[in-house]
């Protein structure tokens, strides 16, 4: 069996289409634009990447990038006072902390200070609790990615079993949250699951979110089953450099899946769509619009 490449570039490309649509629509029918703010703290070299490549593509779907560059010895309570001052911007819709912070910063407490309904990046306590009692709630960004590609693939997941590998509250669950709203039957296998690639192997959806590159391997998947890798690890290259891999031994998963998501390419660039379309869902719920279908959860 070789499998379906859900190309998750081209899906990510879609969405910012989308997006880009709604903000010219908003623009023309009511002469508002969304605004996304985005705070890093520190000089660290990933995040500082991340952060240029939202603000680009913040700006071309057309909306209002923020960005503040804090240093690195920046106070807790100075980052709050900005948080506060970014909660009651009436031009700012969404707020993201870059993560990780320095050391000195209590990270509950930072993302517990932006408004909930402005936290993007669907983190803030409130959120979570809204997500696993069903409510409306901001969704984590690369759980919806995952779950987009997923229903566009399936169309309903209805009666699906599915495995989520991995019990981050960042990825593992809200991916089991959002799994379980859409009627899947979910597990969690995680480091102490015994027997987890005979828990893996009766999946009809997997989703590898645990951060050990290349563990899960063609023997866990079952014939058929659409194979989610969320992992991003680098390592070394027999001949020197190193290159990325996810959780999944590609080659050998792809022989026995239906579908399933490369490294990179994959899940990857949807985090930040998502992060985009969070964005938009905000403005709309602030502003009393309609929500822009097929881009929430």
């Known amino acids: 069996m070789t499998a379906h490449l859900i190309d998750g570039k081209a899906f990510a490309a879609k969405v910012r289409g989308q997006v880009a ?8 029918e009511h002469n508002k634009i969304p605004g996304l703010a985005v705070v890093l703290v520190g000089e660290d070299p990933a995040s500082q990447v991340y952060v240029r490549s939202k603000g680009k593509q913040t700006a071309k779907v057309g909306m209002n990038s923020y960005e503040h560059k804090l240093p690195a010895d920046t106070s807790e309570a100075d980052l709050l006072a900005l948080l506060d001052q970014l909660n009651s911007d009436a031009n700012v819709h969404g707020i993201l902390v870059q993560l990780p912070l320095p050391k000195h910063l209590n990270e509950d407490l930072i993302i517990n200070s932006i408004d ?5 990046d669907g983190f803030h306590i409130s959120n979570v609790g809204r997500l696993g009692t069903g409510q409306k709630s901001m969704v984590p960004c690369t759980p919806l990615g ?16 599915a495995v989520v590998i991995g019990r981050s509250n960042i990825v593992g669950k809200p991916m089991a949250q959002l799994l379980l709203n859409d009627s899947c039957t979910v597990t969690i296998a995680h480091s102490r699951t015994q027997n987890i690639q005979e828990v893996t192997r009766q999946a009809d959806i997997v989703v590898a979110a645990v951060g050990r590159p290349e563990m899960v391997t063609g023997d866990w998947i079952r014939d058929g089953a659409t194979v989610i890798d969320v992992g991003i690890n680098r390592i070394d290259k027999p001949d020197g450099g190193t290159r990325l891999v996810g959780d999944c031994d590609f080659a050998s998963c792809a022989e026995k899946a239906g579908a399933i998501t490369p490294v990179p390419g994959g899940v990857g660039p949807m985090t930040i769509a998502c992060l985009l379309a969070n964005t938009l869902t905000a403005f709309c719920r602030a502003n009393g619009l309609s929500e822009p279908e097929g881009l929430t959860a």
């Open 21 to 28: 649509e709604h903000v010219t629509k908003i623009k023309e």
């Open 116 to 120: 909930p309904a402005k936290d993007v």
């Open 146 to 161: 995952c779950l987009m590609m997923l229903r566009e693939h399936h169309g309903s997941l209805s009666g699906k079993n």
